[in-house]
């Protein structure tokens, strides 16, 4: 049996399969090369750039889809300081 996150693993291309194949919504990822631009993973035991503060590893996170910016990454640190 596969485990939850070996199969997030590989639908995040950070693995390919050594057999079979990957469909998501009806194409085949591996083959075609068109990974779910909607899937967000928080895989356990991340691998941080440790020259990099944690606001500048998230910047660089954030960058790769330009889905939100510095102000929100800014606004969600001090939300979670206030708690």
Do not use: W
């Amino acid at each position: 049996m596969v485990q939850e996150n070996c199969i997030i693993e590989l639908l995040c291309a950070f693995y390919e399969p050594t057999s079979g194949e990957i469909f998501f919504d009806d194409k085949n990822i591996i083959k075609e090369g068109e990974f779910p631009l909607s899937i967000r993973a928080l895989i356990e035991n991340p691998n941080f750039l440790p020259d990099l503060s944690g606001i500048d590893n998230l910047r660089l996170l954030a960058s790769i889809q330009s889905t939100i910016d510095d102000d929100e990454i800014y606004h969600t640190f001090k939300k979670r300081r206030e708690k």
